[in-house]
């Protein structure tokens, strides 16, 4: 069963169009990732999904048309920061669960000693490390459950505990029958984590499989690093600018 399904997106600020009818799927039990170079509209992609950018087309999560009906469906990770930041840990996770109507307090304790905070849950989140606001963005996207997880470059400013915790709990999800769509530009962690893999480039889908489908659609016998280069057009050259700055 699909958990999402996004059909002929299309995106556009002002003239500029950012995505240009793009279409993928994500099914349950599944980590799909979404990987492209900077400025190749994966951001953009996520933000209509969960509800902060106009978009053309057709988005759904479980059946249902994204919208209002749908934020409890999802939890998100953005790849910048969307915190209370006058506001402490506990005091955020209290509001998300309020807006959540979950009155789970012992999965919300349970996630705060998984990630190793307790001794920052009472000072502001501005004062904070950029790690430690990391795991409170992760925290806060988990606390409700929701079926399908959306993970913009989730591991940035973990530590190795934290992040190993992170791709446990990804994996359990869609044990239990969740999704994840995952989005990193740490080719090692998408080659080890996805199910599948949707490559964009200037606001295109230009490939999509497992990872041995796509080696086989670029001709490379390597890792995911390689085939990604190949497939964006970025491989030819590496050597060649490495060989000059040495």
Do not use: W
């Amino acid at each position: 069963m699909s958990v999402l399904t996004v059909e002929d997106l299309v995106v556009r600020y002002g003239d500029t169009v950012a995505v240009d009818h793009v279409s993928f799927r994500v099914d349950e039990g599944e980590i799909f990732g979404l990987l492209g170079p900077n400025g190749a509209g994966k951001s953009s992609t996520i933000k209509t999904i969960v509800g902060l950018v106009d978009f053309e087309g057709k988005i759904e999560v479980l059946g249902k048309p994204v919208g209002i009906e749908t934020k409890n469906l999802i939890g998100y990770v953005p790849e910048e920061f969307m915190l209370l930041e006058s506001l402490t840990p506990l005091e955020f996770f209290e509001f998300v669960a309020s807006v959540r109507r979950i009155g789970n307090v012992e999965k919300v304790e349970a996630l705060i000693r998984a990630f190793g905070i307790e001794r920052f849950v009472n000072k502001p989140i501005a004062t904070l490390s950029m790690g430690t606001k990391q795991k409170v963005s992760v925290i806060s996207a988990l606390i409700h459950d929701p079926p399908l997880l959306i993970l913009d470059e989730p591991l940035n400013g973990l530590d190795a505990r934290s992040s190993r915790i992170l791709k446990e709990l990804m994996q359990r999800h869609v044990e239990k029958g969740g999704a994840v769509l995952f989005s990193t530009h740490i080719m090692e962690i998408a080659e080890s984590l996805c199910d599948r893999i949707a490559v964009i480039n200037r606001g295109r889908i230009i490939a999509e499989g497992t990872i041995e489908e796509l080696r086989e659609l670029a001709s490379v016998e390597g890792s995911l690093e390689d085939i990604f280069l190949k497939l964006t057009g970025q491989y030819e050259g590496i050597k060649e600018i490495v060989d000059a700055i040495s």
